[in-house]
């Protein structure tokens, strides 16, 4: 049985910092691209940021880059979402993704999801 657990969220007040942790079990990690998500209730799930399995190649949504950082450790079947410099708009449930393919082009094409993190930003 697969499972993708998030931790790490909270409560961090405008221009803070967090870092998620997303611990996966029951796949082989290292054969999978994991990816981060955001849902916002009323709004469409967004894509955040991306790492491949293959080539640890990174992608980033425009509206994180340069704040987030996405890493994994393969030998900690874990995948990270370091935030840095939060606005009140990142706030909304945080998921980890994984994926067989080497580079997902959609959230479609994601295989295994977490449940989330809620991450809310305010002063």
């Known amino acids: 049985q697969v499972q993708l657990v998030e931790s790490g969220g909270g409560l961090v007040q405008p221009g803070g910092s967090l870092r998620l942790s997303c611990e996966a079990s029951?796949?082989?990690?290292?054969?999978?691209?994991m990816g981060w998500f955001r849902q916002v209730p009323g709004k469409d799930r967004e894509f955040l940021a991306v790492?491949?399995?293959?080539?640890?190649?990174?992608n980033y949504a425009d509206s994180v880059r340069g704040r987030f950082t996405i890493s994994r450790d393969n030998a900690k079947n874990t995948v990270y979402l370091q935030m840095n410099s939060l606005e009140r708009e990142d706030t909304g449930i945080y998921c980890c993704?994984?994926?067989?393919?080497?580079?997902?082009?959609?959230?479609?094409?994601?295989?295994?999801w977490g449940q989330g993190a809620r991450v809310t930003v305010s002063s």
């Open positions: 993704a994984g994926s067989g393919r080497s580079r997902p082009s959609s959230s479609c094409e994601y295989e295994h």
């Open positions: 029951g796949l082989r990690f290292n054969l999978y691209t």
């Open positions: 790492v491949s399995y293959r080539d640890r190649r990174e």
